[in-house]
């Protein structure tokens, strides 16, 4: 399979017809979903939507040409609920489906903080302390190759400094071979490479164990804890570790670029040891969910899902000595706060997290201080450089077509 001609990707795809006449139905239902999901009275902001949309779309077809994405599904979203969404391209190069709103991609690693709301969440019912060592909570296996005096500790794992190994292990999903349990998996693997805090590290594993740890704290079967306490509170019907039935009709199949021709090739889908680290799947629409409940702070229809003072931690960077420029943020300083990365940049402060999965790459930055928010995702390889400086684009021409002040 190869892609189409780069112009037809892009017939019959303006983002405002694309709202007005194919999907107004259920962009009308998915913007009052979002709406609902948010507190009320909030500070007033209006957005002149058609500016948005005509300055954004060709922001949007360049960078998919750069970074040869076969398909792109836009949400961006104040902490009111869903402002614009567009869908460009094809989710299905061979069969030339187009991309909708409602299109199914794998989220990555976006969902690690998902997990770790529900890690908090116990937290917060005396389960554990942020800094108290993880091993005195574990009993059918411990973390091997501690450092004397240097344990592992609930922070380091929510911030990629414990020292834990990046780990993936990829099974292909009709292949012969299949991911262990989880307690298993963890048995045979866990151990750090470094001491805690020597360098950042990202690690897949020690988002694997947090999700054996809320398991463990709460006394349910992961999965059916994560539905329960995050994707149910905010109506994420489309998001699930394994695709239902109707999902997989929208399914979005995964590319790769071949390097020889330069054209995209479908890839096999994948499943991995570490699959609580992120093998996902959702809506652009949900993930707009998700993030309008993080620019609200944590509130959901008026109550919190997690406190204030917990969200309030996972938005302070956590160690200044491991802040960096990067140049995602356009060469500002860049750290971990819990789970997400934080920025400040034009004295506003930032929160990131991309995720990806061969043939799969997705986006979510959200500004605290206007409380906007960009998603995206993309059925396209290896594609953070290109979602990032588009999210930064589109802030910023959200920002320019908004009026009301800053909401802090």
Do not use: C
């Not at 709406?35 to 998919?64: F, G, T």
């Not at 909708?100 to 116990?122: C, D, E, H, P, R």
Request: glycine share 6%.
């Amino acid at each position: 399979m190869t892609a189409a001609p780069a112009q037809s990707r892009f017939r019959a795809r303006d983002p405002r017809s694309a709202i007005r006449v194919q999907n107004i139905a259920r962009v009308i239902s998915a913007i009052a979903a979002a709406v609902a999901l948010a507190p009320a009275p909030a500070p007033a902001q209006s957005h002149n939507v058609d500016a948005i949309a005509a300055q954004l779309e060709p922001e949007i077809k360049r960078i998919m040409l750069e970074g040869k994405i076969p398909s792109a599904t836009v949400a961006l979203v104040s902490r009111n609920g869903v402002v614009w969404t567009g869908a460009y391209g094809y989710s299905n190069l061979y069969a030339q489906t187009p991309a909708t709103t409602n299109t199914v991609y794998l989220i990555g690693s976006t969902f690690k903080a998902m997990s770790a709301w529900a890690l908090l969440q116990q937290m917060e019912a005396g389960k554990f302390k942020l800094d108290d060592p993880v091993n005195n909570y574990l009993t059918e296996f411990k973390i091997r190759n501690e450092t004397p005096g240097k344990p592992v500790t609930f922070r380091h794992l929510l911030t990629h400094v414990s020292g834990l190994s990046v780990a993936f292990v990829p099974h292909p999903l009709w292949g012969e071979t299949m991911p262990p349990s989880l307690s298993q998996y963890l048995t045979d693997s866990l151990k750090v490479v470094s001491a805690p805090l020597d360098s950042v590290r990202y690690s897949n594993i020690a988002f694997t164990l947090v999700g054996y740890l809320v398991e463990k704290f709460s006394g349910q079967p992961y999965k059916q804890h994560m539905l329960r306490s995050i994707w149910m509170p905010l109506s994420m019907s489309s998001t699930a570790f394994a695709p239902t039935p109707e999902m997989e009709e929208r399914l979005a199949i995964p590319y790769v670029v071949d390097q020889t021709t330069g054209r995209n090739v479908a890839t096999q889908r994948l499943r991995a040891n570490v699959w609580p680290a992120g093998i996902v799947y959702g809506t652009v629409l949900n993930q707009a969910n998700w993030l309008i409940a993080n620019l609200n702070e944590g509130v959901v229809r008026g109550r919190p899902i997690i406190a204030k003072a917990t969200f309030d931690e996972m938005m302070k960077l956590q160690y200044p000595q491991h802040a960096s420029a990067s140049a995602d943020f356009g060469g500002a300083s860049t750290g971990y706060g819990l789970v997400w990365r934080l920025a400040t940049r034009r004295g506003e402060r930032l929160f990131a997290h991309s995720g990806s999965v061969p043939g799969y790459t997705t986006l979510l930055v959200g500004n605290l201080d206007r409380k906007i928010g960009f998603a995206i995702m993309t059925n396209g390889n290896q594609a953070h450089p290109y979602l990032y400086r588009l999210a930064d684009r589109a802030l910023e021409i959200m920002k320019a077509n908004t009026t009301g002040a800053r909401t802090n």
